[in-house]
């Protein structure tokens, strides 16, 4: 199994309409990962959008889409996004799905800073991701390392996993504010880079300094850094900050691990690095890729769609066959989603009808249930079925791909 978290931000900029993702998003490469991770921070609040998604989170899902990877879930505070894609095919195995919001801001409340959380069990495992934005100025390490601990105090609903640090993988991304400390100067920083000596500059980098003193993120791990300071550039170049403030260039965007179990055991980094082609914004994104290895709960859907023996045809009935696993609790209340392929998350069915609600088809668990003519698209395409159970709030099982096409063919 593999994941991809990346970090940018965006410093209030908006997306241009040229701006491809698919480097940064890592989505055309070989070994692409099941779950992505994508933690925004800066997102500008104008236009205001209370109903439609914002430009940055509509470009990500957008470029995700187009390769078949669909948006789990979305949390927003303020200008931090954090969103998690994940590949079609886990879903039935996902569950328990929560997101979390911690303010840090001003007075430890206001929402310009802190973290966005989303967690959730795949087969059984918990996995938690935190994507944050903390406080800047190199002046203010400590308020940096008590946001840490306060953000470790988030609760979460699920009784056998409270906190953050009880899940079994956890993955902490996003513009963490640690920089070089004051006796470091922008010349001597600026220097080492250009002549690729920057392991020259990492002792004095704060968030190494306070994990080896214990005083925050102690608890997680951080691959080895080879790329350049993320921040802070001019936009659109690749030169560090020639304003007055003369920033020293620091390395504020990070991504930390941590695995409940010592040694690593089942979880290993990949990669690790930035992406200096993008010059959309005063920092560089970032992105790592993990493997995990666990033993999966249970392997099998809970419904299997079965393989329609004549193709759909547009506006004509259509027989939708399924089996339930043996102790699959169902409700008349779940219902199953018609997609066309392409879509971008959950809420983007084409269709809908209720589930079987036919006490001897369910006690057989072999169940059928006829999708209306007037329902059925009008289009060819290629199409999948979801289940969607409505007392668990899940996906119980997805269909392969198939076709509807103008006429009906045995």
């Known amino acids: 199994m593999r994941v991809y978290c990346c970090s940018w931000n965006v410093a209030r900029l908006l997306p241009s309409d040229d701006l491809a993702l698919e480097d940064w998003l890592n989505v055309d490469a070989d070994e692409r990962a099941d779950i992505y991770s994508v933690c925004l921070q800066e997102v500008s609040l104008f236009p205001p959008t209370v109903v439609s998604d914002d430009p940055w989170t509509k470009s ?92 470790l105090k988030t609760k979460f609903s699920d009784p056998r996993c409270e906190t953050l640090l009880d899940h079994e993988f956890v993955f902490w ?39 080896s003193k214990g005083a925050a993120f102690s608890e997680f791990l951080e691959g080895p850094i080879t790329f350049p300071p993320t921040y802070r550039y001019d936009v659109g170049t690749q030169d560090f900050d020639s304003s007055p403030k003369a920033r020293v260039p620091s390395w504020c965007d990070r991504i930390l691990w941590r695995s409940r179990h010592k040694l690593e055991i089942g979880l290993q980094q990949d990669t690790y690095t930035s992406y200096q082609q993008y010059c959309n914004s005063d920092h560089k994104p970032i992105a790592a890729r993990f493997t995990i290895e666990f033993q999966p709960e249970n392997a099998k859907q809970n419904v299997e769609f079965a ?11 259509a027989s939708i066959l399924y089996s339930l696993e043996p102790g699959t609790n169902v409700s008349s209340w779940d219902w199953i989603g018609l997609y066309k392929i392409g879509w971008c998350n959950l809420k983007d069915y084409v269709t809908y009808c209720w589930a079987c609600s036919d006490d001897k088809l369910l006690q057989r668990r072999r169940c059928q249930v006829i999708l209306d003519a007037a329902a059925v698209p009008s289009e060819p395409g290629l199409f999948q079925l979801i289940y969607h159970s409505r007392k668990y709030d899940r996906v119980l099982g997805i269909s392969p791909i198939f076709e509807i096409s103008k006429e009906c063919y045995v």
């Open 60 to 151: 990500v899902t957008e470029t995700f889409a187009r390769h078949s990877v669909i948006r789990l879930s979305r949390g927003r505070q303020l200008g931090l996004i954090l969103m998690i894609f994940v590949r079609p095919y886990l879903l039935p195995f996902i569950t328990n799905i929560e997101e979390e919001y911690v303010a840090t801001g001003i007075g430890g409340v206001v929402g310009n800073k802190g973290a966005a959380m989303i967690r959730f069990r795949l087969h059984g495992v918990p996995l938690c991701f935190t994507g944050v934005h903390m406080a800047a100025h190199t002046k203010n390490l400590e308020r940096r390392n008590e946001e840490y601990h306060q953000i």
């Open 307 to 317: 393989f329609p023996k004549t193709t759909w045809a547009c506006n004509q009935n």
């Open 173 to 211: 991304s996003g513009d963490l504010n640690y920089r070089l400390d004051e006796s470091v100067s922008q010349e001597r920083a600026v220097a080492a880079v250009h002549s690729n000596e920057t392991d020259s500059l990492k002792p004095f980098d704060q968030l190494r300094q306070e994990q």
